[in-house]
């Protein structure tokens, strides 16, 4: 069974730094891994998504990278700003016992200071 | 983008009434939908996997007979939460999977629907 883990639970950084959020999974059979920001209350708007056979995608301030033989992703953000502030969720779809779910990660709330 | 929306965005029942929540793909053919929940500062997890014109498969713990789901068209799924008790409670959320389109998959979220009973 797929286990989606996300360290830092929390975060809090002035705003300017430049962070790195880590996702680390059990089962590298994946198919694609997505993060996706969570504001309080509010859906899921997806940031970026990395297939399988990819090693990165970027978009805008926000870098992701994929290392699936250790099962890890890191989403970086560049430069981080006060509506930046939000939960940060990945997920990734596995490619055997159950096909199209997406299996996701405890998430890491972060908090970007004036 | 394609465009998930979900209604209503909010309701507030009364224990052991029922409560409907619509999902629909606004211009795209959902061929597989998805409807998680998610309770205060948790992560989601996922109820039910319902393809159009097929019987919805539930995740183990889910009571298929307390949360009805009905995926009648490619654009419209709903989730009926029958004689809801308080600890219904949460925010529900569906998501939607296009067609494959070169076997590219990437899932597409609602806003979310927040149910408190009463």
């Known amino acids: 069974k797929q286990e989606v883990t996300q360290i830092p639970a929390a975060l809090s950084v002035p705003e300017g730094e430049n962070l790195v959020l880590n996702c680390s999974f059990t089962?590298?059979?994946?198919?694609?891994l997505q993060w996706f920001r969570q504001d309080p209350g509010k859906g899921l708007t997806s940031l970026l998504l990395?297939?399988?056979?990819?090693r990165e995608q970027t978009s805008g301030r926000l870098n992701a990278s994929l290392d699936k033989s250790s099962g890890r992703s890191t989403l970086y953000i560049a430069a981080s700003q006060p509506g930046d502030s939000a939960t940060y969720l990945c997920?990734?779809?596995?490619?055997?016992?159950?096909?199209?779910?997406?299996?996701f990660g405890t998430g890491t709330q972060l908090k970007v200071e004036l | 983008g394609a465009v998930v929306s979900q209604h209503p965005s909010w309701v507030i029942c009364k224990s052991g009434t029922s409560v409907k929540i619509e999902c629909r793909s606004l211009?795209?053919?959902?061929?597989?939908m998805f409807w998680y929940r998610q309770f205060p500062k948790q992560s989601l997890m996922l109820m039910a996997t319902?393809?159009?014109?097929?019987?919805?498969?539930?995740e183990q713990g889910v009571e298929k007979d307390k949360f009805l789901i009905n995926h009648a068209s490619l654009t419209l799924s709903t989730l009926t939460v029958t004689s809801a008790h308080p600890e219904d409670s949460s925010f529900y959320i569906c998501?939607?999977?296009?067609?494959?389109?070169?076997?590219?998959?990437?899932?597409?979220f609602g806003p979310g629907t927040r149910l408190t009973v009463t």
């Open positions: 089962d590298s059979a994946i198919y694609n």
């Open positions: 990395i297939q399988s056979s990819q």
């Open positions: 998501s939607a999977l296009p067609g494959l389109a070169g076997g590219f998959y990437e899932q597409y």
């Open positions: 211009d795209f053919q959902a061929t597989t």
């Open positions: 997920a990734v779809r596995g490619l055997t016992g159950g096909g199209n779910k997406l299996t």
């Open positions: 319902s393809n159009e014109g097929s019987k919805a498969t539930y």
